[in-house]
T-cell receptor, first 113, second 113 residues
Framework: GENVEQHPSTLSVQEGDSAVIKCTYS??????FPWYKQELGKRPQLIID?????GEKKDQRIAVTLNKTAKHFSLHITETQPEDSAVYFCAASNVRTGNQFYFGTGTSLTVIP | DTAVSQTPKYLVTQMGNDKSIKCEQNLGHDTMYWYKQDSKKFLKIMFSYNNKELIINETVPNRFSPKSPDKAHLNLHINSLELGDSAVYFC????????????FGPGTRLTVT
């Protein structure tokens, strides 16, 4: 089955700096890669996603890049703000496997004011 | 107009008891899931279910069983609860054919004493 690895497990940045979180996946058939943000005590919520036919996607301060050859994808947050502090999860999915989502182990991001 | 709801929000029970967590989605999605999030925040898939098949994570003890009375509900039954079952359990749903995002419920914090 799919195996998703995520790094780093914790990340601290100064407010205004950029944050980058990286994930790798093992199944070359995976074709959908969402990123979820989970604030303390709340449910995971989708913040951005990318499909395998696209190399990059951007939404305001958040961007995701995908390298299918290397089987890795990254989340980029620019101009970080304290409210970006949360746990971020990457995931990989393939409709062939019944749409199961395989999550990374999470990155706890702290933005220091 | 809650998309995915779970009850109860908190559940405290003793070892050996049997308990259930209910999940309902009003999004018309085809696939529903149960995840376990432990104290280290790892999100681990337990089950995914649509009207065609149930996919079980092989690491899930058979004390856990999902029950789906209809397409909008996927309840989680747990028999003979153990201390290690203490965690937050999230229900989620997605539209299988559209390969879209998963919508998570608010979570149920289970504490086994």
């Amino acid at each position: 089955g799919e195996n998703v690895e995520q790094h780093p497990s914790t990340l601290s940045v100064q407010e205004g700096d950029s944050a980058v979180i990286k994930c790798t996946y093992s199944d070359s058939a995976s074709n959908y890669f969402p990123w979820y943000k989970q604030e303390l005590g709340k449910r995971p919520q989708l913040i951005i996603d990318i499909r395998s036919n696209v190399g990059e996607k951007k939404d305001q301060r958040i961007a995701v890049t995908l390298n299918k050859t290397a089987k890795h994808f990254s989340l980029h947050i620019t101009e970080t703000q304290p409210e970006d502090s949360a746990v971020y999860f990457c995931a990989a999915s393939n409709v062939r496997t019944g749409n199961q989502f395989y999550f990374g182990t999470g990155t706890s991001l702290t933005v220091i004011p | 107009d809650t998309a995915v709801s779970q009850t109860p929000k908190y559940l405290v029970t003793q070892m050996g008891n049997d308990k259930s967590i209910k999940c309902e989605q009003n999004l018309g999605h085809d696939t529903m899931y149960w995840y376990k999030q432990d104290s280290k925040k790892f999100l681990k898939i337990m089950f995914s279910y649509n009207n065609k098949e149930l996919i079980i994570n092989e690491t899930v003890p058979n004390r856990f069983s999902p029950k789906s009375p209809d397409k909008a509900h996927l309840n989680l039954h747990i028999n003979s609860l153990e201390l290690g079952d203490s965690a937050v359990y999230f229900c989620a749903s997605s539209q299988e054919m559209e390969l879209g995002e998963q919508y998570f419920g608010p979570g149920t914090r289970l504490t086994v004493t």
